[in-house]
């Protein structure tokens, strides 16, 4: 950010830094082992007087010379040069902290040079004894050097104490410094002994060329033990997030944490065959893949330490990009354009915005990122739309540690990711096509309070069951609308009928076989691990049927309904007639009408891409669902895309539990409410109600509006009951205490409701749910007993819920208030009057069952009490629509 950097769009700094560092640091550990192993071969040979032996020493020294001086130096200076150009900032910190620690390594690699260049020179020209001693000054020099950059390089995975002193001697003996020393010196006593064979393969002699190779294994398998233990004594000393970066959730990882394995069981493997007499040829094609392997081996390892150390080039220190995290904050506020030294666009305006977000592109990505080659941005971002890339840059460095924050304002966030997709990848930004919501005829059941007997309330026990309808993909939320029911005797004092009636009900015109629509019956077995008979649902239950008595009420449970009509129009609010008859005449005895609330209008594609899948109006589409399951298996390590492209689809809750589907999950796994909400509420945090819209169907200009009820009406939000979505995730993730995918999600997420996080309640979703009384106090109007939110006010089980609760008398509060998220006078965009049929039916206005002095809808007398719960009576502000 302070510096200028070098870009190169096309391939990347990091590959060239990549490149150059590979095969430096390989020769930079041969120059180190390869010290002692000549002065040990060299006083081997006269030892036992083997000048064949001597002779061999005396050409690998030139081979060595050449490699580790000329090549190695060259390499070394170009190391300095890549990353001073590439990463400038961290150059300095690296220059500025250990300048002392530098000027000493050049002295021992001044020593270094000199003592190889006398060693080589003056082979077979002075005394034998004198020979061995500069033998031993060029390896302690060569070793004294690696002992100091080892303290460099180990600082900026480990830099431990210095965080907080700043002191020199706590930067160069960190945490790292140890086991990093140890495993650098065995790795170069390894790479020693395969490089030996290079010249080895060469000799025309076949029993002395056996010889040396049985004697170069020695130098490769005796460090193994060493290299074992510290190795893994280095992954106990780097930090427990950088730990979990590098094995578990770095996709990354993978590929060069098996590189370093198969790599390590090729050296070591195939090295076995340098104790045997082969034929020359086979020895000179085993020494050929050895050097290669070794250069892979390192490549592993240097990447798995780079990706440890993510997201920054120096620990907790400086982010790759060069920005400083204690800067981040001021950034932020100031807007990084205008902090930026380097920066030719100080200010975003709605002329510059393509500019202005290459602009940060070129100094906040491209230190890590190519435009198309390696580690290219294209195929990271062209899975999700301009929202979705704004939501990826707002989870920056919370879910995904090992990519720093961003840093910016949110309007240099929206030039950013502007420019990514609409100059970079080249697509038009997504708009909703406009929709009008079709208007269906009501036709409201008679009913006569003087002459009829019975009263049949009947309510949908969600207020909107949603679907995810791309079952050959995946299905969480399966078609599966459920019918509650409750039959009242009118009277002085009404009885409720439970076993002396049936209830059947029947779908409206247009809205029945939804097996011809859908994909549910086909991936059944699939997904649920049965094959249902078309038409039926998870229960059995199809569009015409009967209801099951439950105790107090009756239910038809799970009917698999769908928006989709057979004239290819969508609604999402189907309706139904309900008729109750005399369970031993079969008279009629009421018949009333409630809609099914359903849609598939989910909002994944806002920011996962895809269009609508059912006539451009709703339905999650394949490239939707494709790129959702890519992410799931890039980040989880599962393959639920081939999976699903194989025919084989799966439920989510298979894995994840949730009480909505009855599903246990798996032990170790969250449940699904949890991991959906704890993941996302890192990318969409600072949002209030549209959080919940680009997901839910719950958009007022969408095509369902299913919050729609009278608390909507009354400019309530989603939020006022459940919290925002940072709150709503934390109280599903505090219910998941043990696993660790919940700390890591809850890790970045803060309370907007409450101070401290530590005082949210643990909550299990569908059971534990904001109650009512948190706001109408005593039953009062919400104006008299309004706490602000009614989040972490849970309610206090499964009994309790609004949408099970039941008087003294067995009446259920929903009876007469209407369905969840549309309680009466709920307002329709598919016929305003279409949630409140039977309050139209029994009392000619949309309110509450009874409102408005209308208790004798159920009681054939005046009632002067509160019957069902207090302050029942009628307030002036218990306005019912009345439409």
Known sequence: MNYPIWHLPASGGGLLIAIIAILHVVISHLAVGGGLFLVLTERKALKTNDQALLNYVQSHTWFFLLLTMVFGGVSGVGIWFIIALVGPGGTSVLIHNFVFAWAIEWVFFIAEIVALLIYHYRFGKMKSEDHVKIGWLYFIFAWLSLFVINGILAFMLTPGKWIETGNFWNGFFNPGFIPSLLFRTSIAFVFAGVFGLITAVFLKDSELRNRIFRYCAKWMYYPLLVLFITGIYYTKVIAPEAFENLFHFNPESKFFINALILSSFGLFGLGLFTLFRLPSSIQKLVTFFLVIISFTWMGGFEYMREIARKPYVIYETMYSNGISPAD?????????????????????????????????????????????????????????????????????????????????????????????????????????????????????????????DYVLLVWNDLGMHCISDNEKYFTFLPPANTFNAQLFKRGDKPELVTNDAIITYEIESGNENPEERSMFWKYSKATFGVDIPLGKGLKGKSMNDSMDLHGN??????????????????????????????????????????????????????????????????GVADETAENILAAHDKYNNTTLLADAKAGNPKLCQSCHADPAVGAPGKPDVLNFSAAVHGFHANYMSDMYEEACNLCHPSHPEGNTTCYRGRHYNSGLTCTDCHGRIEDHALGLLAGQTGKPSADRLSASLEPKWLSDKSTIIPRTPWIHEPDCKSCHTNFNMMEDGFSGSAFNLWVEGFSELYRNRTDEQGVMCISCHGSTHAVYGAENKYGKQRDNMQPLQYQGMAGTIGTHDNCQVCHKKKMNTNGHHRNQVLREYDVAIVE
């Open 328 to 452: 981040v904050e001021i950034i932020n506020e100031n807007g990084f354009l205008k902090v930026a030294k380097w920066a030719e666009i100080d200010e975003v305006t709605e002329e510059n915005q393509l500019e202005a977000g290459r602009e940060i592109f070129r100094l906040q990505c491209m230190s890590c990122h190519s435009i198309s080659g390696r580690n290219a941005i294209k195929p990271l971002i062209n899975n999700f739309t301009k929202r979705g890339i704004e939501a990826q840059l707002t989870g920056m460095g919370k879910v995904n540690t090992y990519m720093p924050p961003f840093a910016g304002t949110e309007i240099e966030k929206k030039a950013l990711a502007a420019y990514l997709y609409e100059d970079l990848l080249g697509k038009e930004t997504m708009v909703n096509p406009d929709y009008l919501a079709e208007q269906y005829p009501l036709e409201v059941p008679a009913f006569n309070s003087a002459d009829d």
């Open 553 to 618: 009420h009756f239910a038809a449970e799970l009917i698999p309904v769908l928006p989709y009509r057979s004239d290819q129009k969508f609604n999402p609010y189907p309706m139904f007639t309900f008729k109750a008859f005399d369970k031993s005449t079969g008279r009629l005895l009421v018949e009333t009408k409630a809609v099914a609330p359903v849609s598939t209008e989910m909002g994944c594609r806002n920011c996962h891409g895809g269009g609508w899948a059912w006539n451009n109006i709703s």
